[in-house]
């Protein structure tokens, strides 16, 4: 298994975090990488990887929609296992990424779940709620969510039943990529500095 690592992922003493992709970037997109170099640079070791499904369109150029879950957290259980297992580990991603973490989290008794851009709901399916496990999640855990996500907003999130280990961080304006529009005021550099910051943060209060 091909893993990506940035920062000090080799100190056994530095707190790690395992950032999977989402359903249609690879773990070197600039969301990905962006993402992985800031962290980096607040000394938090990234570690990344990516599901069977990506590795066959990097094999041969085709793209392929998203394994079955089955596969996809069994892919996320190898990737623990290759890491030592779970002590110390924070376990997270983009969207898919973060969301198959989530249903693992508690099984694998990992440090802490960070989810960037969590898809509540499929596009356009407000009713199909993605949120049953995270009512009675007991990992402590950080979602980083635009508040104009349309995969779940601000208005919307605000109204579910979600566990008290769960925080939130709001990045005003943000669609499903921490991205505000220009007439916010804010950048999208900003949001992901911001989101960098309070996941370091995190991070190193839970990976220890």
């Given at each position: ?5 940035n ?6 003493d ?12 690879p773990m ?11 962290l980096a640079?607040?000394d ?9 499904y ?13 394994n ?5 957290l ?10 030592g297992?779970?002590?110390k ?7 898919m990424g973060?969301?198959m ?12 779940l960070v ?11 407000p009713e199909?709620?993605r ?7 007991q990992?402590?855990s950080?979602?980083?969510q635009?508040?104009r996500?349309?995969l779940g907003?601000?208005e ?11 925080e939130?961080l709001?990045?005003?304006d ?7 529009r ?7 550099d ?5 989101a960098?910051e309070?996941?370091?943060?995190f991070?190193?209060?839970?990976g220890?």
């Amino acid at each position: 298994m091909q893993l990506l690592k940035n920062g000090p992922a080799n100190r056994k003493d530095a707190p790690l975090f395992v950032l999977a992709h989402g359903a249609g970037a690879p773990m070197d997109s600039p969301f990905m990488h962006t993402m992985a170099e800031l962290l980096a640079d607040r000394d938090i070791g990234v570690v990344r990887f990516e599901f069977p499904y990506m590795v066959e369109r990097r094999e041969n150029g085709k793209k392929r929609p998203p394994n079955k879950q089955d596969v996809l957290l069994e892919t996320w259980r190898e990737v623990i296992a290759e890491l030592g297992g779970p002590n110390k580990l924070i376990i997270g991603g983009k969207s898919m990424g973060g969301r198959m973490a989530s249903l693992i989290a508690d099984e694998q008794q990992v440090a802490g779940l960070v989810c960037l851009g969590y898809p509540f709901h499929p596009p356009g399916k407000p009713e199909k709620l993605r949120t049953e496990h995270l009512q009675d999640l007991q990992t402590p855990s950080l979602i980083v969510q635009g508040t104009r996500d349309k995969l779940g907003d601000l208005e919307e999130v605000e109204g579910y039943d979600l566990s008290s280990a769960i925080e939130l961080l709001w990045l005003e304006d943000g669609d499903h990529d921490l991205k505000p529009r220009v007439k916010s005021g804010f950048t999208h550099d900003q949001h992901l500095q911001l989101a960098a910051e309070k996941i370091a943060e995190f991070v190193r209060k839970h990976g220890v």
